[in-house]
C-alpha cells in the first residue's frame, strides 16, 4: 500500500523533503498558507516591479546541481546563472572595493591593501576548502540524532582542523591586519546568528564559497530557484494545495493521524513540518505532544531578524552593481547591537541588492528595482511604521552620499517589511528571518531535532533544525529528513513483519 505524507509548508526544505518522498513511491501533499510556493523565497509583483522577497544571494552552486542532479535533472533545465562580476562591493568609511571574481584579481587587491596577505589568503583558502569538503559532504548530511553518526575515522582524524573551537574572528586576525579584509572575511557569517568571536572558524568554509565558488544570479530573479523546484516536484506527483493554513496536527497515543486545515480533515502516515518549529510545537500541537519546553525556546540563540525595504524608482543609476555592503559605520557596535544587546541599531550597517542591473526584468524599462536590507536582532517590539520611515530616511541619505546620485524623488513604489511582518506572515518565533545561530552549542545534535521525540511519525525540517539557516542548507535539510523518514518507514515494516 503507497505510503502517505503530509508536508507543511512549500519553502525551499519542504518543497525538498516533498520531492525525495514522491521519488521514494510516496503519495505527497503540500499544503501552503499562501497562494504561491516558496514561503520566505516568495516573489511580490507591484506596478511593473518584481521582487524576490527574501533569499537574495546566489552561493554554492554545486550544492543546487547536486540537487537536481538526484532527480536526473539539471539546473540549467529549468534555469540560466550569470556569475556576477564584481560579486559584490563594500563601502567602507573612507574607502570603496569591489570584490572581482577573479581569485587572482582578490589576491591583487589584498596584497595592495595589506603586503603579505595575498599568500596569507591562499593560506586562509586551502584551509577553508577543506571545512567546506567535510562541512558540505559529512556534517551537513547527517540527520543530528546522535553522536555516533560523526564517528568516522577519517572525520575525527582532521577535527581539529575543521577549527570547530575557535572563533572565526580570531582565525580571521591570524591571516589579517587590515579592518577592511578582516570584515571582508567576517561579513559571510553576519547572519549565522552571533558575533563572529562566537562563530566556530568551521564556517570559514562560508568564505570559500563566498571566494572561491563565487556569486550567481538565476535570471529572472531568485524566485526561479523557487519555480523550479515547484515543477519538479509536481513532476514527480507531489500534490500543492495553497491558501491552507494548517490549525491542528492530530495525535492519538503519541502518533500523528493527520492535520486540520481550512475545516477539513487531512489523513496521513507521517506528517513532515516546514513551517516554523515553534509554532508547530506551540500552536499546532497539545502540550503533551511537544518536544520542548517554553523554557527551551527562551534560552535559544536566534539569528537576526530584518528591516527590508523594496524601493522602485522612474530611473536608471549609473554604476550601481547587483550587490552592495554598507559597511560605512560602527562594525562591532551594530553587531552589539543585534546579539549582545538587542535593541533597534544606531548606526546600521545595510545591504542593497539591484538585480535590475543584472537582469532588466525587474522593472519597467528606464526603471530599478532596490532592495533594501538592515539586520536587526530577533524579537524586537516597537515595530512601527513611524520607526521604519525613520531607518529609510537614515540608509537612503548615506545611499544617495555614497553613489553620488538622488533617488527619494525619484520613488515610485516602497513596501517596508519586518519583525511583526515575519510573524504574521512565517509564524516566525521572535520574528527571526535566519532561524537559530549557528553557534557550537546550536549545531547538529544540539539543534532542535528533525525527528520528534513525542510524536513517533512527525518531523520538522528547515532552518530552525538541522544543519541550519541558508537556501543551500534547506535544500539539505529537506533530503535528510526524508531519508529519515524512509528509514524509519522501511524500520517499522520490518519489525511488523517480524512479529
Same mark, same amino acid.
Given at each position: 500500500?503507497?505510503?502517505?505524507?503530509?508536508?507543511?509548508?512549500?519553502?525551499?526544505?519542504?518543497?525538498?523533503?516533498?520531492?525525495?518522498?514522491?521519488?521514494?513511491? %510516496?503519495?505527497?501533499?503540500?499544503?501552503?498558507?499562501?497562494?504561491?510556493?516558496?514561503?520566505?523565497?516568495?516573489?511580490?509583483?507591484?506596478?511593473?516591479?518584481?521582487?524576490?522577497?527574501? +533569499?537574495?544571494?546566489? %552561493?554554492? +552552486?554545486?550544492?543546487?546541481?547536486?540537487?537536481?542532479?538526484?532527480?536526473?535533472?539539471?539546473?540549467?533545465?529549468?534555469?540560466?546563472?550569470?556569475?556576477?562580476?564584481?560579486?559584490?562591493?563594500?563601502?567602507?568609511?573612507?574607502?570603496?572595493?569591489?570584490?572581482?571574481?577573479?581569485?587572482?584579481?582578490?589576491?591583487?587587491?589584498?596584497?595592495?591593501?595589506?603586503?603579505?596577505?595575498?599568500?596569507?589568503?591562499?593560506?586562509?583558502?586551502?584551509?577553508?576548502?577543506?571545512?567546506?569538503?567535510?562541512?558540505?559532504?559529512?556534517?551537513?548530511?547527517?540527520?543530528?540524532?546522535?553522536?555516533?553518526?560523526?564517528?568516522?575515522?577519517?572525520?575525527?582524524?582532521?577535527?581539529?582542523?575543521?577549527?570547530?573551537?575557535?572563533?572565526?574572528?580570531?582565525?580571521?586576525?591570524?591571516?589579517?591586519?587590515?579592518?577592511?579584509?578582516?570584515? *571582508?572575511?567576517?561579513?559571510?557569517?553576519?547572519?549565522?546568528?552571533?558575533?563572529?568571536?562566537?562563530?566556530?572558524?568551521?564556517?570559514?568554509?562560508?568564505?570559500?564559497?563566498?571566494?572561491?565558488?563565487?556569486? %550567481?544570479?538565476?535570471?529572472?530573479?531568485?524566485?526561479?530557484?523557487?519555480?523550479?523546484?515547484?515543477?519538479?516536484?509536481?513532476?514527480?506527483?507531489?500534490?500543492?494545495?495553497?491558501?491552507?493554513?494548517?490549525?491542528?496536527?492530530?495525535?492519538?497515543?503519541?502518533?500523528?493521524?493527520?492535520?486540520?486545515?481550512?475545516?477539513?480533515?487531512?489523513?496521513?502516515?507521517?506528517?513532515?513540518?516546514?513551517?516554523?518549529?515553534?509554532?508547530?510545537?506551540?500552536?499546532?500541537?497539545?502540550?503533551?505532544?511537544?518536544?520542548?519546553?517554553?523554557?527551551?525556546?527562551?534560552?535559544?540563540?536566534?539569528?537576526?531578524?530584518?528591516?527590508?525595504?523594496?524601493?522602485?524608482?522612474?530611473?536608471?543609476?549609473?554604476?550601481?552593481?547587483?550587490?552592495?555592503l554598507f559597511f560605512d559605520t560602527d562594525f562591532e557596535q551594530h553587531g552589539s547591537e543585534i546579539y549582545t544587546n538587542p535593541q533597534w541599531p544606531s548606526a546600521p550597517l545595510f545591504y542593497v541588492s539591484m538585480t535590475t542591473a543584472t537582469d532588466p526584468v525587474g522593472a519597467p524599462e528606464g526603471h530599478e528595482n532596490?532592495?533594501?536590507?538592515? +539586520?536587526?536582532?530577533?524579537?524586537?517590539?516597537?515595530?512601527?511604521e513611524e520607526l521604519r520611515e525613520n531607518y529609510f530616511k537614515q540608509i537612503i541619505n548615506r545611499f544617495e552620499q555614497r553613489i553620488g546620485e538622488p533617488i527619494s524623488d525619484h520613488i515610485v513604489y516602497k513596501k517596508s517589511y519586518a519583525v511583526s511582518d515575519f510573524v504574521a506572515d512565517y509564524n516566525a518565533f521572535k520574528g527571526n528571518a535566519y532561524g537559530l545561530a549557528n553557534t557550537l552549542m546550536q549545531t547538529a545534535v544540539l539543534k532542535?531535532?528533525?525527528?520528534?521525540?513525542?510524536?513517533?511519525? *512527525?518531523?520538522?525540517?528547515?532552518?530552525?533544525?538541522?544543519?541550519?539557516?541558508?537556501?543551500?542548507?534547506?535544500?539539505?535539510?529537506?533530503?535528510?529528513?526524508?531519508?529519515?523518514?524512509?528509514?524509519?518507514?522501511?524500520?517499522?515494516?520490518?519489525?511488523?513483519?517480524?512479529?
Amino acid at each position: 500500500m503507497q505510503k502517505s505524507a503530509i508536508i507543511i509548508g512549500s519553502g525551499f526544505a519542504g518543497m525538498s523533503a516533498a520531492s525525495f518522498l514522491a521519488k521514494k513511491g %510516496w503519495d505527497v501533499t503540500v499544503l501552503e498558507k499562501h497562494n504561491m510556493p516558496g514561503g520566505r523565497a516568495r516573489k511580490m509583483e507591484a506596478n511593473g516591479f518584481v521582487f524576490d522577497m527574501g +533569499p537574495s544571494w546566489y %552561493w554554492m +552552486p554545486d550544492v543546487f546541481e547536486r540537487y537536481f542532479q538526484q532527480f536526473g535533472k539539471k539546473v540549467s533545465d529549468y534555469y540560466q546563472l550569470q556569475r556576477l562580476d564584481p560579486s559584490y562591493r563594500v563601502y567602507f568609511e573612507n574607502d570603496v572595493l569591489d570584490i572581482p571574481a577573479s581569485y587572482d584579481a582578490l589576491k591583487e587587491l589584498f596584497e595592495k591593501i595589506e603586503p603579505g596577505s595575498a599568500a596569507m589568503l591562499d593560506h586562509f583558502m586551502e584551509e577553508a576548502a577543506y571545512k567546506y569538503e567535510v562541512g558540505m559532504n559529512k556534517l551537513v548530511h547527517q540527520p543530528g540524532q546522535s553522536l555516533t553518526e560523526f564517528a568516522d575515522i577519517d572525520f575525527l582524524k582532521g577535527v581539529f582542523r575543521l577549527d570547530v573551537f575557535t572563533s572565526i574572528k580570531a582565525h580571521v586576525q591570524k591571516h589579517f591586519s587590515d579592518s577592511r579584509l578582516k570584515q *571582508l572575511m567576517e561579513f559571510p557569517v553576519l547572519f549565522l546568528g552571533a558575533l563572529p568571536q562566537k562563530i566556530p572558524a568551521l564556517y570559514s568554509l562560508m568564505n570559500y564559497a563566498d571566494v572561491k565558488l563565487g556569486t %550567481w544570479f538565476p535570471v529572472g530573479g531568485m524566485y526561479k530557484i523557487v519555480e523550479a523546484m515547484y515543477h519538479l516536484a509536481k513532476e514527480l506527483g507531489v500534490k500543492f494545495l495553497f491558501q491552507h493554513d494548517v490549525e491542528k496536527i492530530e495525535t492519538v497515543n503519541g502518533h500523528a493521524t493527520g492535520v486540520f486545515c481550512n475545516g477539513n480533515y487531512f489523513e496521513a502516515d507521517v506528517i513532515i513540518s516546514g513551517a516554523d518549529y515553534h509554532f508547530t510545537e506551540t500552536k499546532l500541537l497539545e502540550s503533551a505532544d511537544r518536544s520542548y519546553s517554553d523554557q527551551y525556546w527562551e534560552n535559544r540563540t536566534m539569528a537576526p531578524s530584518c528591516l527590508l525595504y523594496y524601493v522602485g524608482i522612474n530611473k536608471k543609476l549609473k554604476q550601481v552593481p547587483h550587490h552592495s555592503l554598507f559597511f560605512d559605520t560602527d562594525f562591532e557596535q551594530h553587531g552589539s547591537e543585534i546579539y549582545t544587546n538587542p535593541q533597534w541599531p544606531s548606526a546600521p550597517l545595510f545591504y542593497v541588492s539591484m538585480t535590475t542591473a543584472t537582469d532588466p526584468v525587474g522593472a519597467p524599462e528606464g526603471h530599478e528595482n532596490l532592495f533594501f536590507l538592515i +539586520p536587526v536582532a530577533a524579537g524586537l517590539q516597537n515595530d512601527t511604521e513611524e520607526l521604519r520611515e525613520n531607518y529609510f530616511k537614515q540608509i537612503i541619505n548615506r545611499f544617495e552620499q555614497r553613489i553620488g546620485e538622488p533617488i527619494s524623488d525619484h520613488i515610485v513604489y516602497k513596501k517596508s517589511y519586518a519583525v511583526s511582518d515575519f510573524v504574521a506572515d512565517y509564524n516566525a518565533f521572535k520574528g527571526n528571518a535566519y532561524g537559530l545561530a549557528n553557534t557550537l552549542m546550536q549545531t547538529a545534535v544540539l539543534k532542535p531535532a528533525c525527528r520528534s521525540k513525542k510524536v513517533s511519525n *512527525l518531523f520538522y525540517t528547515g532552518q530552525l533544525t538541522v544543519p541550519g539557516p541558508g537556501v543551500p542548507p534547506s535544500l539539505i535539510s529537506g533530503e535528510v529528513v526524508a531519508a529519515l523518514v524512509e528509514k524509519q518507514y522501511k524500520t517499522t515494516t520490518k519489525n511488523k513483519a517480524k512479529v
